[in-house]
């Protein structure tokens, strides 16, 4: 059997969540609801929604943190746009792939179109479209050149979608050509800082629904479309789908996934959360620092030791690594309402900002975030060194209960509208599932 057909018999495959899965799939959407609720009133959301508008007014599925309900493309678009635009949405951090992201977005979609679900069938499905997403990064050997969270998530997601919609097995190879067939998004709007990068993650959730859509009616897709000639693995990627599929089912990837504390690139959080550990533990103020370097793998670098630049836009400012340091050293947290021209242009946080020296280390894995080192030089004559294997968030180091709670709160203080509904936060598994129909 080939890995793709492997990959195809575990998306339709009934499957006995572990309780390691059923928890961290329930902790994982919560956070990532929260997330969409948060970014309900980011920069563009508006426009994201009254674009996604203009296409159909008349649907019922549900735009998180609005009250505004669109058609199932529609709604998956915005919804993909707002958990991902802060840049707080949960990453498998090996994989380099925002695992949650578009498949929430979708799921949410079909499941409201489809009038609801059981609880079972929601959480099945966010699994095994989280694994593959998740998968399919584990699978490559090349670093990212296409944008991986939107190329991946689209394949993992219209597999999830699939199931929810009841497409039989002999369908998912269409599905899944016709995911991959419309599958786009690279790396150029994360070096410029664009606010394509969210609308990369909302046009794959879009393309996850309108795939299953076609597929239902009997539209084909290429059929070898991950490891043929012009497949996923020959164009988007260099890898091996079969060492991610060999021992599929056998340890759920939802389970490894990293929670973010900060909305900003996770390839910051190992130095945001260090400097906050360190300021606590040892009391001292920014202006006390005399010089700070990082000893970070070569991706970290390349996704956050980007330099501070004039006239910055808020999504490059969100991946920049000497800017954020800074505000993590005066606010003591990453405020997105801080990202304005005022704060990019303040020269004594700019000057704070160069005291961070980002040094790259031999780490040969182009797709490796950690483990990272944070080095502290106070005026005083003290020095601090800190080894992180693990960042803040990640399974092995995850949020305290304390924290979580103070990141869904923090959400919902950013949200477009109240929170209407309370199983946003309580029940998160109810609220994707909308009642079984």
């Not at 195809?8 to 956070?31: I, V």
């Not at 593959?132 to 050997?141: E, Q, R, S």
Request: aromatic content about 6%.
């Amino acid at each position: 059997m080939s890995p793709t057909a492997r990959l195809l018999d575990f998306a339709a495959a009934r499957h006995a969540l572990p309780p390691a899965a059923t928890a961290a799939a329930r902790r994982l959407l919560g956070d990532t609801l929260a997330v969409g609720m948060a970014g309900s009133t980011a920069p563009g959301a508006d426009g994201v929604l009254a674009a996604a508008i203009g296409w159909g007014r008349d649907g019922g599925c549900r735009v998180i943190g609005r009250s505004q309900r669109l058609p199932a493309p529609a709604a998956a678009f915005v919804n993909g746009f707002q958990i991902h635009c802060l840049e707080w949405d949960a990453v498998h951090e090996p994989a380099v792939v925002h695992a949650m992201s578009v498949v929430t977005a979708t799921l949410l979609a079909v499941i409201d179109r489809r009038g609801g679900c059981t609880v079972d069938e929601a959480l099945e499905a966010l699994c095994v479209g989280v694994d593959i997403a998740a998968g399919l990064g584990l699978a490559a050997t090349s670093g990212l050149t296409f944008f991986r969270p939107a190329t991946a998530g689209l394949i993992g997601a219209a597999l999830a979608a699939a199931r929810i919609d009841g497409l039989p097995r002999e369908r998912l190879g269409d599905v899944l050509g016709l995911a991959y067939s419309q599958a786009q998004g690279t790396m150029q709007a994360h070096v410029e800082g664009s606010v394509a990068l969210p609308l990369q993650i909302a046009a794959a959730a879009r393309a996850a629904v309108t795939a299953v859509d076609l597929a239902s009616f009997d539209l084909a897709g290429p059929q070898d479309a991950l490891e043929g000639p012009f497949g996923y693995f020959k164009l988007f990627d260099a890898g091996d789908l079969a060492s991610y599929t060999g021992d599929l089912g056998t340890a759920w990837r939802i389970a490894e996934i990293s929670v973010k504390p900060y909305p900003s690139g996770r390839a910051s959080h190992a130095v945001l959360s260090t400097l906050a550990a360190l300021r606590a533990e040892h009391r001292f103020a920014a202006d006390d620092i005399a010089a700070m370097t990082a000893r970070v793998p070569p991706l970290t670098d390349r996704l956050v030791g980007r330099p501070w630049v004039d006239g910055m836009t808020i999504a490059y400012a969100r991946l920049c690594l000497r800017l954020l340091a800074a505000l993590m050293l005066v606010d003591g947290r990453i405020d997105p309402r801080r990202f304005t021209d005022a704060t990019f242009g303040d020269p004594a946080l700019r000057a704070l900002g160069a005291r961070l020296a980002i040094v790259v280390d031999a780490n040969p894995d182009p797709n490796a975030l950690s483990p990272q080192r944070l080095e502290v030089e106070l005026k005083d004559g003290r020095r601090f060194a800190v080894d992180i294997p693990a960042t803040l968030g990640h399974p092995a180091n995850p949020l305290t209960e304390a924290q979580q709670a103070a990141k869904l709160a923090f959400c919902a203080e950013l949200a477009a509208e109240p929170v209407a509904d309370g199983r946003l936060f309580t029940a998160p598994e109810a609220y994707l599932a909308n009642e079984a129909a």
